[in-house]
């Protein structure tokens, strides 16, 4: 079965572009997660969907973020304009919305900006 | 204030060398406890869950326990393959929001 697909998978870019990264969850979950990763914070909860509607989005730094999910099995988040603080680790994990229910992450997009 | 503490950050261990990880928490309201393994390069796996102290499951070498304040994970006569990062993490009241352990890299050399 394939698990959670991300695109792209590394991604350079200069300040001040923007970034959009891409997020496939699997066939049948109905929740989805964007995360970001640092050495120095480790893994934190950006937003989440569930049936595609957005939930949580009190982690999104700022305004320069944001995410949709136009449907089931397609995700977006957006950076504009993009600044070197951005540099990181971008998960997406999707979830059966039922209890108990283990969260499956993509294997990331390695952000830079330079 | 972290909610969740990893100990201890890192860990070196000779093959066969058992020990044990582990993740205290401060919040009420416990929904999950989960442990991931994190291999450089790739995405969390998923482990286990948890739901209530007392709670343990198993897997080959590992073993997770829950107690009212912390989990551990026990690994039994690690191989250098089990090496990696293995992350904490838990859901609280009705959110599937995961709040996540700094991580504790373990290295296993053969």
């Known amino acids: 079965d394939a698990g959670v697909i991300q695109s792209p998978r590394h991604e350079v870019t200069e300040m001040g572009q923007e970034v959009t990264l891409r997020c496939k969850p699997i066939s049948g979950h109905n929740s989805l997660f964007w995360y970001r990763q640092t050495m120095m914070r480790g893994l934190e909860l950006l937003i989440y969907f569930n049936n595609n509607v957005p939930i949580d989005d009190s982690g999104m730094p700022e305004d320069r973020f944001s995410a949709k999910m136009p449907n089931a099995s397609f995700s977006t988040l957006k950076i504009q304009p993009s600044e070197p603080r951005d540099s990181a680790v971008y998960f997406c994990a999707s979830q059966r919305l039922a209890v108990n229910q283990p969260q499956h992450f993509g294997d990331g997009t390695r952000l830079s900006i330079l | ?110």
């Open chain 2, 1 to 110: 204030e972290d909610q969740v503490t990893q100990s201890p950050e890192a860990l070196r261990l000779q093959e066969g060398e058992s020990s044990s990880l582990n993740c205290s928490y401060t919040v009420s309201g416990l929904r999950g406890l989960f442990w991931y393994r994190q291999d450089p390069g790739k995405g969390p796996e998923f482990l286990f869950t948890l739901y209530s102290a007392g709670e343990e499951k198993e897997k080959e070498r590992l073993k997770a326990t829950l107690t009212k304040k912390e989990s551990f994970l026990h690994i039994t006569a690690p191989k250098p393959e089990d090496s990696a990062t293995y992350l904490c993490a838990l859901t609280q009241g009705g959110s599937e929001k995961l709040v996540f352990g700094k991580g504790m890299k373990l290295t296993v050399n053969p």
